[in-house]
């Protein structure tokens, strides 16, 4: 299941939220762990964060992808 990175909007607080990707999709209420919002917003993933911001498809393969690429 995979892990969405939130911060809350009112205190804050980052935390994380596994969601299936229809639940995702159908609209995930987050709450903050900490102060009980549902105000909360998504972050980039730290996958994301490494590649400089960017977004890298999962399409692309090089030579240095790796086993497991393209499944
Ligand atoms: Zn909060």
């Known amino acids: 299941m995979p892990l969405y990175d939130y911060q809350c909007n009112k205190c804050g607080e ?3 939220v596994s969601a299936t990707i229809r639940e995702k999709i159908a609209g995930l ?10 105000k909360a917003r998504q972050l980039l993933t730290t996958a994301a964060v490494l590649h400089g911001g960017k977004e890298v498809s999962p399409s692309v393969c090089g030579p240095n992808s790796g086993a497991g690429c393209c499944g």
Do not use: D, L, N
Request: proline letters at 8%.
């Open 14 to 16: 980052t935390f994380e």
């Open 29 to 38: 209420e987050v709450v903050c762990p900490k102060c009980g919002s549902h």
